[in-house]
């Protein structure tokens, strides 16, 4: 028994450098030399606008950044006059149109975010919210703002996603 131990003792550096290769030789390219010679780039960070141009001057957020195959849509609310479905429904357009300007849908949505203005029209939300984010929606978060959503908007969402 004292020689098996020993034999595997002996053995394990170099079962465990075997073990390592897949997992170094998986790993994503270290320079951009790597990229060159064929081997995939590393994920960055791309800014989308959803109408195609950068605006003339620095804006505070982005509107849509991927990063690899994920997909952060920024919080999206209703300026105008209605109630909170109205509010709802046309925010989840808008975040449905995101998505898919990117490549992605509601269906791969992973992480949703609503902020409410009172928590009075959490019921007429999720009868809008219900079913728009396909038969497995992403897990979510609800609050009531305290001080109530910027540009009168009844509900923002915000999302993250993957293509």
Known sequence: MTSNRR???RKAPAV??????P???GAGPASAADARHGKPDKPRKEVHYPDGGKPPENPLFSPIVTYGSMVFISGIGAHFEGDIRAHTDHVLNEVERHLESVGSSMAKV???NVYLNTLDDYDGMNEVFLGRWGPEPGVRTTIAAAAGIPGDSLV???CIAVI
């Open 7 to 9: 034999d595997f003792i």
């Open 16 to 21: 465990a450098a075997i073990a390592a290769v």
């Open 23 to 25: 997992a170094v030789a």
């Open 110 to 112: 992973l992480k949703i």
């Open 156 to 158: 923002e969402i915000d």
